[in-house]
Structure formats: structure tokens, C-alpha cells
């Protein structure tokens, strides 16, 4: 079992910063593919950004790239999510996901409970 915890969510502006943390705890963090997801409100959880165990491999959501970069610290146990350039529309809770390597679906294994994220106009 895996538990998640994200932090880092707040309110900023238009065109503002913040970054997200999730930090793992049960199992060999290194083992797993981390992703982050989002759920505006009204609408049905969309998937943000994924990284491999290693943290060498990286993919985007194209409404994200450019702007917000993951990243992973194996010794901390802990996965990030820094966003740059925030538009109202990325407001959302933030939700990190666990998938062991040997997962070969598109399904996650482990979420966390979210963070609020609220980027105003």
C-alpha cells in the first residue's frame, strides 16, 4: 500500500507560479511511474503530466506544455509539479497517482486526496 500526499495549492493570479509536492510513503517510491492529474469543477479529472521511476522521462498534456514541469526527487520520496505562466482555466484540484512499473494500463494504482488549486482572472 502507498499513501500519497499532495501539498502546495493556494490561490494566485493570472499569470502567476506555484508548485505542487506529493510526497509517498509505504513502498519503494523508485519503483513507480508518477503522474498528476486534474479536476475542474464540473468537469471529469483530466490527466496534467507523467514521469518515469527514474525521472528521465517526461510527457506533457499539450493544455501544460511549455508551462508546468514535473520532477522527482527518489530520496525525498517526493514527486513535483512546478507551474508557470497559471490561466484561470487550470484551476482545479491537483490529484498525484502512483503506477507500479509493472502496470502496463493506462489505470493508476494509488491517488492521493488532491490539492485545491485557484488561479484568478
Known amino acids: 500500500q502507498v499513501q500519497l500526499v499532495e501539498s502546495g495549492g493556494g490561490l494566485v493570479q493570472d499569470g502567476g507560479s506555484l508548485r505542487l509536492s506529493c510526497i509517498a510513503s509505504?513502498?519503494?517510491?523508485?519503483?513507480?511511474?508518477m503522474g498528476w492529474f486534474r479536476q475542474a469543477p464540473g468537469k471529469e479529472r483530466e490527466f496534467v503530466a507523467r514521469?518515469?521511476?527514474?525521472?528521465?522521462?517526461?510527457y506533457y498534456a499539450d493544455a501544460v506544455k511549455g508551462r508546468f514541469t514535473i520532477s522527482r526527487d527518489n530520496a525525498k520520496n517526493t514527486v513535483y509539479l512546478q507551474m508557470n505562466s497559471l490561466k484561470p482555466e487550470d484551476t482545479a484540484v491537483y490529484y498525484c497517482?502512483?503506477?507500479?512499473?509493472?502496470?502496463?494500463?493506462?489505470?493508476?494504482?494509488?491517488w492521493g486526496q488532491g490539492t485545491h488549486v485557484t488561479v484568478s482572472s
Open positions: 509505504g513502498r519503494t517510491f523508485s519503483s513507480y511511474r
Open positions: 497517482a502512483a503506477k507500479l512499473i509493472a502496470n502496463t494500463t493506462d489505470e493508476y494504482d494509488y
Open positions: 514521469i518515469s521511476p527514474s525521472g528521465i522521462i517526461t
